[in-house]
C-alpha cells in the first residue's frame, strides 16, 4: 500500500488566531531571549538575493512541489471560472506571478490550458491567460527558462526586485487582471511589504485580483524556531540565510486596504496532515486572501 494512503488532510478556514497553550506561549518567550544581532540583521537584508540564488543552486528544481491545488483554492485561476463579462471575449487575460521559484504554480496552469489548446485546435485559448513570472533570484528565473512548456507565446519570466521600481520596466501600468503572491511576502523585510503591494496596485487594472496565501501567524514553524533565530516581531531567520514572516490577519487586510484594495476574504487555514499508522500528525497555520484592487 502506498505510504500516503492513510494521510488525511483537514483545513478549517477562520477569523480567529491560534490560542496558545502555556508550553506554547513559554517557547516564543524563549525566543526573546536572544535575538539576532542588529549588524546580521542588515547583512541577511544586503545578502537576501544571494542566499535565495544559493537556495535554487542547492536544491535546483525539487525542492517545492507543483502547487495543483491553486485552482481549488482560487477559482479565479481557472480558464473559465464562469466570467460574463463581454470586454473579456475573446481576450486572454495577464496574470503576474510575483515570487515565481522555479515555476511550481505557473507551469501546471499552463499546462492544462495548453491542454485544452491542444484539444480545440486552436492557436491560443481566448479564456487562459498571458503569464509573467518574475523572482528575486536570477538563478530561479532561469530554471522557468529552461522548463520545457517555456515559450514566449505563452509565459514571460524575469528577474526583478518587487521592492522596487525594476517590475514597472517589464509590465505597464494597469494592465494586469490578477497577480498571485503565494509564500511571497514573507521573504520580505516587513519595512518594504507596503512598497510591494503599492507596486501590485499600479500594475493592476482596477477590479483586479490579488490571490495571496502566506504563513500565518503562531504556525507550527514559527514555534519551533530556536532562540536566536528571532530578528524581531514575528520575522526570523532560517539556517539558509533566508527569512520567514508570520502573518496576522487584520495586519494584512490593513496592509491592503491602505494601498487601495478592498478586501473580498482574508482567512486562517488551519491545516493539519494526519497518519496515526505512520504517527504523522502536521499541524500547519496559512493566511490565505482576495483582495480587489478599486
Known amino acids: 500500500m502506498d505510504k500516503f494512503s492513510n494521510l488525511r488532510i483537514n483545513e478549517e478556514f477562520t477569523e480567529k488566531s491560534k490560542v496558545l497553550s502555556d508550553a506554547e506561549a513559554q517557547l516564543l518567550a524563549e525566543q526573546d531571549k536572544r535575538l539576532v544581532p542588529e549588524f546580521k540583521a542588515n547583512k541577511l ?3 537576501a ?4 540564488d544559493i537556495f535554487y543552486k542547492r536544491n535546483e528544481t525539487r525542492f517545492f512541489k507543483d502547487r495543483h491545488w ?3 483554492e482560487f477559482e479565479e485561476l481557472l480558464a473559465d471560472n464562469g466570467e460574463t463579462d463581454n470586454d473579456r471575449a475573446g481576450r486572454r487575460r495577464v496574470l503576474l506571478e510575483v515570487g515565481c521559484g522555479v515555476g511550481n504554480l505557473v507551469f501546471p496552469l499552463l499546462e ?8 480545440q485546435h486552436t492557436a491560443e485559448d481566448s479564456n487562459g491567460f498571458y503569464f509573467y513570472a518574475c523572482d528575486f533570484s536570477p538563478r530561479a528565473v532561469e530554471f522557468v527558462k529552461n522548463h520545457a512548456l517555456y515559450d514566449v507565446k505563452h509565459i514571460t519570466a524575469f528577474q526583478c526586485d518587487i521592492t522596487t521600481e525594476q517590475v514597472h520596466q ?3 501600468l494597469k494592465s494586469l487582471d490578477i497577480c498571485t503572491m503565494i509564500f511571497v511576502l514573507s521573504a520580505i523585510h516587513p519595512n518594504k511589504f507596503k512598497k510591494v503591494i503599492q507596486n501590485l496596485a499600479k500594475m493592476l487594472k482596477p477590479g483586479g485580483l490579488v490571490l495571496f496565501r502566506d504563513y500565518g501567524l503562531y504556525d507550527m514553524a514559527q514555534l519551533r524556531f530556536k532562540p536566536g533565530n528571532k530578528i524581531s516581531n514575528n520575522l526570523y531567520m532560517r539556517q539558509d540565510g533566508t527569512r520567514s514572516y508570520y502573518f496576522a490577519q487584520d495586519e494584512v487586510s490593513q496592509l491592503f486596504v491602505d494601498c487601495g484594495f478592498d478586501v473580498i476574504s482574508n482567512h486562517y487555514v488551519h491545516r493539519r496532515t494526519l497518519n496515526v499508522k505512520e504517527g504523522i500528525d502536521v499541524p500547519r497555520i496559512f493566511l490565505q486572501g ?5
Request: charged fraction near 40%; avoid cysteine; charge should be positive.
Open 170 to 172: 517589464h509590465i505597464s
Open 290 to 294: 482576495k483582495f480587489r484592487r478599486r
Open 112 to 119: 492544462d490550458q495548453l491542454s485544452r489548446i491542444n484539444d
Open 49 to 52: 538575493q544571494r542566499h535565495w
Open 45 to 47: 537584508e544586503i545578502d
Open 70 to 72: 491553486t485552482t481549488r
